[in-house]
């Protein structure tokens, strides 16, 4: 469907490629609220919250279209960005809707938001509606630090509200969306599985952040724990993303860094 889509708006003008975007982003959106018409979102006592800031998903989903029409190209590198990259780890790894059937409106709902979170970025790269520069890529973990933070807000928002118990707020084993309380706590220890990703996901992350008694429930500092592995693995994962959009531009990036460090060990 994304071949079909970039290969339909090929040769289209750049007005109806930019409004196409947009119209898929809002899509997405209206679908992120429908969603509470249908089950297992009816079932639920407080079916409000799954509307909210939730996790890094609905941020974007919420998100994306004012970004879209935004004139921060900091904000467009972050969307285009972790838009692609959310878009592929949700397919690759949709946890989220296992216990769901497979010809279930969740089932659907789901591919189809995440797609929308894939698709729009990927669309605003591919026809040149954004430019994602390498030279603004390190600004783009900042922003994903603030969207965690958002993320964390939501969920003191949402217990100071009582639509969660508040013995639940940072229990990992409850509530941890987007692991903002940690990856070390899962009911019966860490899987075997999950084991290796423990460990490298928080090799930057300093043991004070990790092991403390002012957090309840053995979570890590919600957010702060994150700082070093959102700079060091979203870096590296931008630079991935911008070598696939911009190779060229990246390589004569990198390769100017390079001359310069050359020119400088011989002075």
């Known amino acids: 469907m994304t071949y079909l889509i970039n290969k339909w708006l090929a040769n289209k003008s750049e007005r109806f490629v930019y409004k196409t975007i947009f119209v898929i982003l809002i899509i997405g959106l209206s679908i992120h609220f429908i969603k509470i018409l249908f089950p297992p979102y009816t079932e639920m006592e407080h079916f409000w919250k799954k509307i909210t800031f939730e996790n890094i998903c609905a941020v974007s989903i919420l998100t994306f279209p004012l970004i879209y029409l935004s004139k921060s190209k900091t904000l467009k590198d972050y969307?285009?960005?972790f838009g692609v990259i959310s878009g592929i780890v949700s397919f690759l790894l949709p946890i989220v809707i296992l216990d769901h059937k497979v010809f279930s409106f969740e089932f659907f709902r789901f591919y189809l938001v995440h797609f929308v979170i894939f698709l729009a970025p990927y669309l605003m790269i591919k026809n040149n509606v954004h430019e994602i520069s390498i030279s603004r890529v390190s600004r783009v973990p900042?922003?994903?630090?603030?969207?965690?933070?958002?993320?964390f807000i939501n969920e003191l928002v949402i217990t100071a509200a009582g639509w969660v118990p508040y013995e639940e707020l940072f229990d990992p084993s409850k509530r941890n969306p987007s692991i903002i309380y940690g990856l070390g706590s899962l009911p019966g220890g860490v899987p075997d599985s999950l084991k290796s990703l423990t460990v490298i996901f928080t090799a930057f992350t300093p043991k004070f952040l990790m092991n403390t008694t002012l957090i309840p429930n053995g979570s890590y500092v919600p957010v702060l724990w994150m700082i070093g592995p959102v700079f060091i693995y979203g870096i590296l994962a931008s630079v991935l993303v911008l070598f696939y959009f911009e190779p060229e531009s990246t390589k004569a990036y990198f390769k100017k860094i390079l001359n310069k460090n050359e020119v400088y060990s011989k002075e």
């Open 142 to 151: 900042i922003v994903l630090l603030g969207v965690l933070t958002i993320i």
């Open 79 to 81: 969307m285009a960005i």
